[in-house]
């Protein structure tokens, strides 16, 4: 049996039959979930010294999936920002096509309308994108806001490898993220459940839910670590920017706990970028140079260039146009008339063109 399936039941067994364990429950509980965390903070480092950067090539197509995190983009948008500035002499496409309430397990939990799943719409995605890279973020929603479950985590290695075969038959590189933290503190207490509930959703989410999360993360690296151009442990930094954020500023929250607010976005972006090879602290300073956003945690060495806000607004109107044009053309229930795809592609080639130049001109 797959030892990180072993942890897994013994997370459902803390949970599911706490009298049975009840004085070595708390302590059960956090050594399962450190021993997740350890494996992927050693897996994170391993995989984080690629050679050459981001290893990018000219003219080559990058795809986002995942849910509403990567809709809204934030990350997204400031990863396509920072390869930009620094490889201004290569021609990289991102495209996003998150969408929001998306698992790659097909679970809802109860009460919820049925989410959408990343299989029905992942076949045009792929034709469309025509990608040699593609990021892959799921599990927020997967584990359904349940403590971890077995069939939840059977659910969500099947799909998940039924995923990454569609997009190996392409020869897509794959990038597989780990789920991002939730963070109980930032979400309002009416709104948590704790152990021993019958029903929990995105409305009443299970307190702990955070170790759901660090367990499809040890599930993901376990099966496909080693099959995936690279596995990035996203929880992690993360959960230490939260943690560090709230010790310098009291009462910081995390958006609602589920939704990373600006500054996580960013912190999301570092973390991928300094995983894949780049000197984050750079990224940092170039980010805050063309944007103006700062993370509550560190000090950055360059202060604002002159016209970031109207650059970052500019960045995220088109972005944020491409992004809803993708879904428009790959969801399966998308409105009829959708936009022409070529015309707003290329409309956004052109723009890109022209805030590039800016972005160079605003570096110098």
Aim: aromatic share 10%; charged share 20%.
């Amino acid at each position: 049996m797959d030892p990180q399936y072993e942890l897994v039941q013994w997370l459902l067994i803390c949970h599911k039959h706490p009298m049975h364990i009840r004085f070595h429950h708390s302590h059960l509980l956090y050594a399962a979930v450190l021993f997740v965390q350890v494996m992927l903070a050693t897996h994170s480092l391993r995989a984080a010294a690629p050679q050459q950067g981001l290893r990018f090539a000219d003219g080559e197509q990058i795809l986002f999936l995942g849910d509403s995190i990567t809709q809204d983009g934030r990350y997204v948008a400031f990863i396509e920002t920072f390869l930009w500035a620094a490889y201004p002499h290569l021609d990289l496409t991102v495209m996003n096509m998150g969408v929001s309430a998306e698992t790659v397990s097909n679970t809802t939990e109860p009460g919820h309308s049925r989410r959408p799943w990343v299989h029905d719409r992942v076949a045009p995605a792929l034709r469309i994108a025509q990608p040699d890279w593609v990021f892959i973020c799921y599990g927020m929603n997967d584990g359904n806001y349940y403590p971890s479950r077995r069939d939840i985590q059977r659910a969500y290695q099947t799909q998940m490898a039924r995923l990454i075969e569609k997009i190996e038959i392409t020869g897509a590189r794959i990038v597989l993220l780990s789920p991002p933290p939730f963070d109980s503190a930032s979400k309002p207490a009416k709104n948590l459940l704790p152990p021993g509930g019958d029903v929990y959703g995105y409305s009443q989410t299970y307190v702990h839910y955070d170790t759901t999360l660090v367990a499809l993360g040890g599930l993901a690296l376990g099966s496909f670590g080693d099959r995936v151009e690279q596995f990035v442990d996203i929880h992690t930094p993360l959960q230490d920017y939260i943690t560090t954020a709230r010790v310098q500023e009291p009462g910081y929250r995390y958006g609602d706990g589920v939704h990373p607010p600006l500054d996580g976005h960013l912190a999301f972006a570092l973390a991928i970028l300094e995983a894949m090879g780049e000197n984050r602290q750079q990224a940092y300073d170039t980010l805050h140079q063309l944007t103006g956003v700062v993370l509550k945690t560190e000090a950055v060495g360059k202060k604002p260039a002159q016209g970031h806000e109207v650059l970052w607004k500019d960045l995220r109107t088109r972005f944020n146009h491409l992004s809803r044009l993708y879904r428009d053309h790959t969801l399966p229930r998308s409105r009829k008339k959708a936009p022409s795809l070529d015309e707003g592609v290329s409309k956004a080639r052109e723009q890109a063109q022209v805030l590039r130049q800016r972005i160079l001109e605003m570096l110098k």
